[in-house]
């Protein structure tokens, strides 16, 4: 199979994201320090006239699974994009590896920090393996094009991904889920160990959302990647989070450990909602039940 076509450079932002691949197929961690530190400073972020996100810093933990919450239209997804550099901030500083983004070569930047938009567009007709293989443009020169090593990468993104069966598949043809793996997959075989995805379960069912955050978990716990999710589903977050960023109105307003950050209080700030937080029977994390409007006191009666 020869993926030697040139790459469309116009593709490479939503093409960007993980993996390390070795000669024997596996995915070491990349070197410490490098590619490893992501944060941003006094950071504001903004659409035209429109501020978004002022004033915000944040720093993402090294190796973990970090998941970002709110409200819809509360700057979750600007943030994400900010930090990925797509976005360029109206004032402050994102940092990689202590260095602005900004002043960074767009090819190193894609080498140690990718982003999985929402629905990313695959060309027409083009074949799994094919759009896995453009994970590898930010390792292509003009003196150095499609290698063995490259190969390998591509194969050991679709066998980790569970998706090498669909290598000659059009992308057109997947469902929902098998497409998710397969940007997963393209997104492994670019080699960052940052990897920044943009509601990655949206318009899944259930069993498919399980499906997508259980691959980004194990490939989190075995290969020590640096994984910052955008997730709407609350419990889903607390269970797959060791950092949970709570967003309001463009401002972080709570992070840390699951347990730490979600209470009533919390939901009801961020979410207005009123809610009952439990442990989660299966995992010990919270679980958040809404309570529905027949069971809430009528105004200015006892609680």
């Not at 970090?66 to 550099?85: D, F, H, P, Q």
């Not at 260095?99 to 799994?128: C, F, M, N, S, Y």
């Not at 393209?186 to 899944?204: C, H, K, N, R, V």
């Not at 307003?253 to 029977?281: K, Q, S, Y």
Request: proline residues 8%; charged residues 20%.
């Amino acid at each position: 199979m020869d993926h030697s076509t040139t790459v469309d450079s116009d593709l490479a932002p939503d093409l960007d994201v993980l993996a390390a691949v070795s000669s024997n197929g596996q995915h070491p961690p990349a070197p410490a320090g490098v590619g490893r530190t992501l944060g941003a400073e006094d950071l504001s972020l903004a659409y035209d006239d429109t501020v978004i996100c002022e004033g915000l810093s944040v720093q993402i933990p090294q190796g973990k699974v970090s998941v970002i919450v709110g409200a819809n239209a509360c700057g979750k997804s600007t943030l994400l994009r900010g930090l990925a550099r797509l976005l360029r901030p109206k004032a402050g500083t994102v940092l990689l590896d202590g260095t602005d983004i900004h002043r960074l070569p767009t090819k190193q930047v894609a080498t140690r920090l990718g982003i999985l938009p929402q629905q990313p567009i695959a060309p027409e007709g083009i074949t799994v393996a094919d759009l896995v293989a453009r994970g590898r443009h930010p390792h292509q020169r003009f003196f150095r094009q499609w290698s063995s090593a490259d190969q390998v990468a591509v194969d050991a993104a679709l066998a980790a991904t569970r998706t090498a069966d669909l290598a000659e598949r059009s992308v057109d043809e997947l469902s929902g889920g098998q497409r998710q793996r397969v940007w997963i997959a393209l997104a492994l075989a670019q080699g960052t160990p940052l990897m920044l995805l943009d509601e990655p379960t949206t318009f899944l069912d259930l069993a498919h959302q399980v499906e997508v955050l259980d691959l980004l978990a194990e490939l989190n716990a075995t290969e020590e990647r640096t994984v910052v999710l955008v997730l709407h589903d609350l419990n889903l977050a607390c269970r797959y989070a060791d950092h949970l960023i709570a967003m309001r109105d463009g401002a972080i307003v709570a992070e840390g450990p699951p347990g730490e950050v979600i209470t009533a209080a919390l939901v009801a700030d961020v979410f207005g909602l009123d809610a009952h937080i439990i442990p989660d029977p299966l995992t010990g994390t919270p679980l958040v039940l809404p309570v529905p409007a027949s069971r809430r006191p009528a105004p200015g009666a006892n609680p």
